[in-house]
């Protein structure tokens, strides 16, 4: 299935390099070309070709749910903040076809379809042979305020009401679009490691599920962060550039993307798109977001059983005794059920207008803030203090490895393997971050928990056999995914498994959720392998980024398998996911050596490709119609007039709209805030502001009427003077094509306070 480039893309002044790069470097790839000449100074001595590139992947802002939290009714009204993906590549100046891009987008996951899709567009532009399966990382920030629908595999797709052709296209040509900024702003530079500390930046979720693990192993890791080391607040970064010629960064720290909550229904990036806006706009204040040249990359970690409210979670039930008290520990209930107990954020109890966005309180926009924040500080730190320089090859290595019916021996010569996939009773019970539906509760093992389920649950997937009731064991099977074939493939069977390597530092491309301490567990095999084998030195320096390529959901270990808290229950594999993983991982390290083995590593079948077997049952834009004796961009609502605005408060417009799914706008903003400059307006704000807010509101879907309500909250630092809002829209005719209109709002005065 082809997906074109979506034509409201805007070209920035990179891409005008884009033909000339991509000729020079076809020729460049190749060694008996003239033009070709080894540098005298290569990846050895830790000089490489850099590129980083970023673009706009924010599909449709209304009418489609949204991913991560997998609610019927988080569909989205609105935008806070676009989403982004930021393209690193890095090449050896000797070998340039040995390189490795690593796309890190602010979505909930990566996936398989996607990914695809994003090679092909590559491989048609670049050749197979610069980008590929081997090279390429399709990674996601694991937001839970992103547009959903993208997934291939159906479930995912089942609260989005299957596949949304717009949401997959946006991240397909976004990505594509980076990854060639990237490539056409190649240049010689130099790498970097160093690794600090985000003090507080994340808390275990399922701290009963960490205590499973043994005592004698949760001991090494006492001063890691959290209670007693259940939680990594280390945070390794990657410089790109150093001095004058710094051109960004690769941060890697866990934390899940659900600092804002399920109630939210506006677009937005959490925490991890908050503080790469933030160390960018620092760098580059007077640039609009997106179109900054410093990138800041604010990659995900073991990010399963961690969590960004700090605070705790707590029992929110008015009028009951156990109200505002702590959560029942290993359930996380209230009264026996989940949906009372809630995580609160740092700051949970702000009365302050939710950061002074204008967002109301109760939806975690200001532990948004407060987390984006300290992990943009902590970056900041790191890239300030002393690091150590990165010399040594480019590497990558990639196979498919077919989770349903993995063996491999253990360490102590048992034999055992995977299974077919299948959620546990626990996985619909959901977290503190998000609690379930009905009556499930985590950390229970019984294999019924509800009668109505017991027969529900053989009508949405195939009842599970004997052979997998005791491969999964003690997991209760909820759903048998990997049984369910139809219309097509439920959950994966068949999963990414990638290696990159630059010098001593090796990233662990994850296809999925891995906790805590199976975070560390795989790390530590990866990086003994490495040093034993001699592919790199006592210095190797080994991460975990993930959610990537495939979404195969958690990894546990055994002992937090047998809990069965959410994280368990959600392990699809069965008890020896992360053991296989290992098994496999550690298999592959010697293709990461200077001079790797000949041929390619042993490989299953590449999965089926399931987009175009995908039903979508969202509707299309059937037409949209101005109020009579009003026309599309007027003002229903105009901002004040009569009296100036100071820093803090909100200015608020409301025009007469149509539906945002007609364009997405991508590269471009459905809202501007200008400032009057001697006789010409400068657009200030974008819709890619936290401070500027995009709602749309369905006013009768009869008539196609409908409103778009645009705010400002003022900051602190905004200089006085004469302003105005524009609201940027197109509308859809019943008959005929669509086109775009401009609105704007009477001027207004801002004063110093």
């Given amino acids: 299935m082809h997906l074109p480039l979506l034509p409201a893309l805007l070209l920035s002044p990179l891409d005008a390099l884009h033909a000339l790069s991509t000729k020079y470097f076809s020729v460049f790839l190749s060694s008996d070309s003239p033009i070709y000449q080894p540098t005298a100074m290569g990846a050895a001595d830790g000089n490489y070709l850099l590129g980083l590139g970023i673009a706009d992947i924010t599909g449709p802002v209304v009418e489609t749910n949204m991913m991560g939290y997998a609610s019927l009714g988080q569909t989205d009204t609105g935008l806070h903040m676009r989403q982004r993906v930021r393209a690193f590549l890095v090449a050896d100046p000797d070998a340039p076809e040995e390189r490795i891009l690593f796309l890190n987008a602010d979505i909930a996951m990566g996936d398989t379809g996607a990914r695809r899709l994003i090679l092909a567009e590559l491989a048609e532009e670049f050749g197979n042979e610069t980008y590929h399966e081997g090279n390429v990382a ?4 694991h937001q839970h305020s992103g547009v959903g629908g993208y997934l291939e595999n159906l479930l995912p797709q089942l609260t989005a009401l299957g596949l949304s052709n717009q949401s997959l296209s946006a991240i397909v040509s976004g990505s594509v679009l980076a990854s060639r900024r990237a490539h056409a702003s190649l240049a010689p530079g130099t790498l970097s490691l160093g690794r600090g500390f985000v003090k507080d930046g994340s808390r275990n979720r399922s701290p009963t599920a960490y205590l499973a693990n043994p005592e004698e192993e949760r001991a090494q890791y006492v001063d890691n962060g959290g209670d007693a080391g259940d939680q990594e607040w280390g945070m390794d970064v990657l410089r790109f550039g150093d001095g004058e010629n710094e051109r960004g960064f690769l941060s890697f720290f866990a934390v899940h993307g659900t600092s804002i909550y399920e109630n939210n229904t506006l677009i937005s990036g959490d925490n991890k798109g908050m503080a790469a806006y933030l160390y960018e706009s620092s760098i580059e204040p007077g640039a609009m977001p997106g179109n900054q040249t410093y990138v800041a990359g604010f990659v995900q970690g073991a990010v399963g059983d ?17 109200d505002g008290l702590p959560c029942v520990a290993n359930s996380s209930t209230c009264g026996e059920r989940a949906q009372d107990c809630h995580g609160r954020g740092p700051a949970f ?42 010399k040594g090859s480019v590497r990558s290595v990639h196979v498919f490895v077919d989770m349903a019916t993995h063996e491999f021996v253990l360490p102590n010569g048992t034999r055992v393997g995977t299974c077919p996939a299948a959620m546990g009773f626990s996985f619909a019970g959901g977290t503190t971050d998000g609690p379930g539906a009905f009556d499930f509760i985590q950390g229970d093992n019984k294999t019924s928990q509800n009668p109505f ?36 493939e439920w959950s994966p069977g068949t999963v990414d498994v990638q290696l990159l390597r630059v010098g001593n530092f090796v990233m662990l491309i994850i296809p999925g959720e891995l906790t805590t301490m199976a975070g560390r567990r795989i790390r530590e095999a990866v990086r003994a392998e490495l040093i034993s ?123 007469v709209g149509a539906n945002p799914r007609n364009n997405l706008h991508l590269e471009g903003t459905f809202l501007s805030v200008d400032r009057l400059d001697s006789d010409s307006w400068t657009t200030v704000k974008s819709d890619s502001h936290p401070s500027t807010l995009y709602r749309w509101t369905r006013e009768s879907t009869v008539l196609g009427t409908s409103t778009v309500n645009i705010s400002w909250t003022i900051e602190s630092d905004t200089a006085p003077g004469i302003y105005r809002i524009r609201y940027f829209g197109d509308s859809k005719p019943l008959i005929g094509s669509i086109s775009e209109f401009v609105g704007s709002s009477s001027n207004f005065t801002v004063v110093v306070s």
């Fill in 138 to 141: 399709f990674v996601g920030t």
């Fill in 306 to 322: 961690t969590s960004p409210n700090t605070l705790g979670a707590f029992c929110e039930s008015p009028g009951k005794p156990y």
């Fill in 349 to 390: 109890a702000s009365n302050s207008g939710d950061a002074g966005y204008g967002l109301g309180a109760g939806y975690g926009f200001a532990s948004n803030v407060e987390i984006g924040k300290k992990q943009a500080d902590a970056a900041r730190a790191v890239l300030g203090g002393g690091m150590t320089s990165v």
């Fill in 453 to 488: 389920w017991e027969i529900v649950k053989d009508v949405i997937t195939p009842d599970p056999s004997k052979e997998q009731v005791a491969c999964q064991y003690p997991k209760p099977i909820l759903l048998n995914t990997g049984y369910a074939h139809e219309p097509y």
């Fill in 533 to 655: 084998s001699g592919v790199v030195g006592e210095d190797a320096q080994v991460v975990v980024a993930g959610p990537a390529n495939t979404y195969g959901h958690y990894i546990t270990t055994r002992e937090e398998y047998s809990v069965q808290r959410y994280e368990g229950a959600s392990t699809l594999y069965g008890p020896f996911t992360l053991e296989a993983y290992i098994d496999k991982y550690t298999s592959l390290v010697s293709f990461l050596g200077d001079v790797p083995p000949i041929g390619s590593p042993p490989s299953d079948e590449a999965p089926a490709e399931q987009l175009s077997k995908a039903i979508s049952l969202q509707t299309s834009v059937k037409f949209d119609a101005a109020p009579i004796g009003k026309r599309f961009g007027q003002v229903v609502q105009d901002v004040v007039t009569t009296a100036p605005y100071r820093s803090g408060q909100s200015v608020f417009a409301r025009f």
